[in-house]
């Protein structure tokens, strides 16, 4: 029995092309009647996709009709098919995010790559940070925090020059963007069951922002942020190029 195929592709005029390419040779199936959904485009649309079939349970292979594409295989018209009865299955768990403004709102939304805490005003942000209730930093002076995945260590977390994390390592990073004070904290690598608090000192005039795979909310005054293994995205890749060997390469350019 051949695999079932639901194609999704972003509004770039290169993966609407690959769509209409792949969909002409391998047919095209709604996503509650297929057995996986390949993605085109770049890493951005492969966190979009992810996100919004989350419920459908269904393994995602992505095809890099974008820009960066660390989150997707090479692309190509031919051998679908085999590629994907071929492809090794990773599974990523997402970080959740609680964030509360400064009316009362709490705003939940989830994140495959990071939870982040940008400064959304002139001045530098003021932040106090906890670990599992336990008070670890009064003040952190900075443009921003965030605290990534395994899966997007390599993401805004190594352009803060955060540390690089094996898919497998339990391990979530807490990375400073530009740290004034304490001036050379660069974070900490902490267990992926804990559970970190970031309250925003002086909200009012240094206004801060929370962001959770680019989904934002603006006049946060609290954010709190934890691992939620009760929710798994598939994510296939070729043999010889899934997330592990792709972060071990990051570290050797």
Known sequence: MSL?????????????????????QYG?????????????GGDGFMLHTL?????LGLPVYG???GTVGFLMNEYSDYGLTERLEAAEETVINPLSMNAVTMDGTVHRELAINEVSLLRAGPQAARLRIS??????MAELVCDGALVSTPAGSTAYNYSAHGAIL???????ALTAMSAFRPRRWRGALLPNTAEVRFEVLDPAKRPV??????????DVVQVDIRSEPSIEHRVMFD??????????????V
């Open 166 to 172: 094996p898919i497998g390592s339990d391990v979530l």
């Open 51 to 55: 996100h919004r079939t989350q419920k």
């Open 209 to 218: 922002m929370a962001e959770a795979d680019a989904r934002s909310v603006r």
């Open 131 to 136: 670990v599992d209730g336990r008070l670890r």
């Open 28 to 40: 095209d199936h709604a996503e509650d009647g297929a057995d996986v959904i390949v993605a085109l």
């Open 63 to 65: 095809m890099n009709r």
């Open 239 to 252: 043999p010889g190029h899934g997330l592990e060997e792709r972060l071990l390469q990051e570290q050797f």
């Open 4 to 24: 079932r195929i639901a194609f999704a592709a972003s509004t770039a005029p290169m993966a609407q092309a690959a769509r209409e390419s792949l969909t002409r």
